[in-house]
């Protein structure tokens, strides 16, 4: 399974685009992007998944390079309720059951 | 509601008791899963289940059991925890096709504290 970093934590305003940046260097040529969004005590919910290019949806947006090494997960104008930790996770096309493997996520705190 | 449905929402129980975790999904999905969330600690995959198969047991003490009797229930059984079990547990499912999953719907979680 490839590794994912992705920073600890960001601080945005409402109002603000907001970009948080994971790098993969070891993904696979099967492998999909896939991101989530958790608020306290509760589970982490699905937010987008790509493979190249973009992706976008009513929540965000996904930008994925050409050398799929590494993605940003845009969140356009976020509000308050947008702060909660974003996870990023890479996984397997094709595997006998894919399951994803969770790191620590980014932090992301909207301040008024 | 995310369609999968946990119960109870907070536990609290003595290192001689025994409980269980229920988790239920109508969302046709065909693989559910357990994972264990403590304090400042990432989201630790506990089992996996396929078609009510265990096809994953991510080195979890015997204290904990789980059981899937059809691809809508899951359950967590618990005995003799230790204080240091005391976490957010999540249940997942996800439909798996022949390309892979796309995506987990998680319950809200079980908070369970060990007393």
């Known amino acids: 399974l490839a590794k994912t970093t992705q920073p600890i934590s960001m601080d945005s305003y409402e109002g603000q685009e907001v970009n948080i940046t994971c790098s993969h260097n070891?993904?696979?040529?099967?492998?999909?992007i896939t991101w989530y969004q958790q608020f306290p005590s509760q589970g982490p919910r699905f937010i987008i998944q790509?493979?190249?290019t973009k992706v976008t949806n009513e929540v965000a947006s996904l930008f994925i390079p050409a050398d799929r090494k590494s993605s940003t997960l845009s969140l356009p104008r976020v509000s308050l309720s947008d702060t909660a930790v974003y996870y990023c996770?890479?996984?397997?096309?094709?595997?006998?059951?894919?399951?994803?493997?969770f790191g620590r996520g980014t932090q992301l705190t909207v301040w008024p | 509601e995310t369609g999968v449905t946990q119960t109870p929402r907070h536990l609290v129980m003595g290192m001689t008791n025994k409980k269980s975790l229920k988790c239920e999904q109508h969302?046709?999905?065909?693989?559910m899963y357990w994972y264990k969330q403590s304090a400042k600690k990432p989201l630790e995959l506990m089992f996996v289940?396929?078609?009510?198969?265990?096809?994953e047991n991510n080195s979890v003490p015997s204290r904990f059991s789980p059981e899937c009797p059809n691809s809508s229930h899951l359950f967590l059984h618990l005995h003799t925890l230790q204080p240091e079990d005391s976490a957010l547990y999540l249940c997942?499912?996800?439909?798996?096709?022949?390309?892979?999953?796309?995506?987990?719907?998680f319950g809200s979680g079980t908070r369970l504290t060990v007393v």
């Open positions: 790509g493979y190249k």
């Open positions: 969302l046709g999905h065909n693989a």
């Open positions: 996770l890479v996984g397997r096309e094709g595997s006998t059951l894919g399951r994803l493997y």
């Open positions: 289940y396929n078609f009510k198969e265990q096809t």
């Open positions: 070891n993904i696979a040529t099967n492998d999909y």
């Open positions: 997942a499912s996800s439909q798996e096709r022949d390309r892979g999953n796309y995506g987990y719907t």
